[in-house]
């Protein structure tokens, strides 16, 4: 049974960084891609990145373009969220996921298989 778990969050000022792990354990992700979604108080569940198994393709979400990196070490069964400039709207608890997926394009809609414990991000100052 394959099992997230995000660390990484914590609290930063505006325009600061955060890098966020979201390792796995019990299956290999050779065979998975990986999104990383948000979800802030009172509002639905977002995309926010994906990246697909080989680290070949990724995808991001308009409001993260420019400013955050998915990356993945498969030798290392991780992939990373790397954020810079953050704002005061990218607070919120983010999840790791995952879905078995061999070919094509990485999808932000949630229908993925496997999810983490989330890990919460708060930018204030």
């Known amino acids: 049974q394959l099992q997230l778990v995000e660390s990484g969050g914590g609290l930063v000022q505006p325009g600061g960084s955060l890098r966020l792990s979201c390792a796995a354990s019990?299956?290999?992700?050779?065979?998975?891609?990986i999104g990383w979604f948000r979800q802030a108080p009172g509002k639905e569940r977002e995309g926010v990145s994906c990246i697909t198994r080989r680290g070949s393709s990724w995808v991001y979400a308009d409001s993260v373009k420019g400013r955050f990196t998915i990356s993945r070490d498969n030798a290392k069964n991780t992939v990373y969220l790397q954020m810079n400039s953050l704002k005061p709207e990218d607070t919120a608890v983010y999840y790791c996921?995952?879905?078995?997926?061999?070919?094509?394009?990485?999808?932000?809609?949630?229908?993925?298989?496997?999810w983490g414990q989330g890990t919460q991000v708060t930018v204030s100052s």
């Open positions: 019990g299956v290999t992700l050779d065979y998975y891609a």
């Open positions: 996921a995952a879905v078995r997926l061999l070919f094509g394009l990485c999808q932000l809609s949630p229908a993925y298989d496997y």
